[in-house]
């Protein structure tokens, strides 16, 4: 199996279908394992490594891994949010001084001279625009960035941030990651809209719901003592809070029923799905081992038929709210663009 490549929204660099996200790198995978992951990945044909200034040691240990192979990857990191245990008052945010001083500590952590895509983390509601803007259009211009995108923003934001690039005359965004999966489609109601009007590239990160679809939880209140869940910390609060509700169960159930007609694993197939929705460029695998990675790329290559994806589609379902039900009920519906998918190899 070899991943197939999607554009970068306009930009017209190709990347895989799946991305490698490296939040465990260093942190539930060590440098031995990592390295692992790095090769299984590339090996099958992804070219898109996603990290992160907060992730840890991430960007250190990637520095190291791809010191001799830089040019195979298109390396993505992001900034913006609290860094560091002080959490000084200039360590967050999407300010002149704040991106600065964030990219230059990437760069070094990372060994690298520059970055094929810089993401904003999320929005930065005490500095305007045009100094986040221009402050990406300085860093891109001084060949530190290629391109760059946002991460965490509303559909509004992300509107916003398009028009004002486009009165600036600055570097627009290529890119919007997410959290999308079966289990939050909160993403729908404007900001997937959004991003397909502008032609931007949808990365999504989490597209198991934090684990829930991984199959290793079953219809109760409780994780496994050895799952993810069942160690108390903040990373971990969201999935608990899934798993003891209802119709978040029912969405995991119906994933293992669909995995078990299939014959495929319950993780392929809540990837398989958010893989295929309208709009989707690269969804994130974030794994601990060898073998999850694997397994995970195991959900590329294939589709799912038209009853099973509406099985899933009904029981993840949610209420879009006004005006969307104002506009169904008379009919009219926001048009989707062509699918701009490119098949071959990374």
């Given at each position: 199996m070899s991943l197939s490549v999607r554009p970068l929204g306009r930009s017209g660099v190709l990347v895989s279908e799946f991305c490698l996200g490296a939040l465990t790198?260093?942190?539930e995978a060590d440098e031995r394992v990592?390295?692992?992951?790095?090769?299984i990945y590339l090996g099958e044909g992804g070219n898109l490594v996603d990290t992160a200034d907060v992730y840890g040691d991430s960007e250190v240990l990637l520095g190291r891994l791809l010191r001799s192979r830089r040019d195979d990857v298109l390396l993505a990191s992001k900034a913006g949010l609290p860094y560091g245990a002080d959490q000084a008052a200039n360590e967050i945010g999407a300010s002149r001084l704040h991106l600065r001083s964030r990219i230059e500590r990437s760069l070094r952590r990372l060994n690298t001279d520059h970055l094929d895509l810089y993401q904003v983390h999320c929005w930065d509601p005490l500095t305007p625009l045009e100094e986040t803007l221009s402050t990406l259009d300085d860093l891109v211009h001084a060949g530190k960035v290629r391109y760059v995108g946002v991460s965490n923003f509303t559909g509004w934001q992300v509107s916003k941030a398009m028009g004002v690039a486009r009165l600036g005359g600055w570097t627009p965004l290529v890119s919007v990651s997410p959290q999308y999966s079966l289990s939050e489609r909160g993403a729908e109601r404007d900001l997937l809209p959004a991003c397909n009007d502008e032609s931007l590239a949808v990365l999504p990160y989490s597209p198991l719901g934090g684990g829930l679809l991984s199959g290793k939880y079953l219809a109760t209140d409780e994780p496994p003592g050895e799952s993810r869940a069942s160690r108390l910390s903040a990373s971990t609060a969201s999935l608990r809070r899934r798993l003891a509700d209802e119709r978040q169960r029912a969405v995991a159930s119906a994933v293992r029923e669909v995995a078990g007609a299939l014959g495929r694993s319950p993780a392929q197939v809540a990837l398989n799905w958010v893989l295929h929705r309208p709009g989707v460029t690269a969804p994130?695998?974030?794994?601990?081992?060898?073998?999850?990675?694997r397994e995970n790329l195991g959900a590329a290559g294939w589709q799912l038929d038209a009853e099973h994806r509406a099985r899933l589609d009904e029981v993840s379902a949610i209420d879009l709210g006004y005006p969307h039900d104002w506009l169904e009920h008379y009919g009219i519906r926001q048009g989707a663009k062509p699918d701009r998918e490119v098949t071959g190899v990374a």
């Open positions: 790198f260093g942190r990592s390295a692992e992951l790095l090769d994130l695998l974030g794994a601990r081992t060898a073998e999850q990675l």
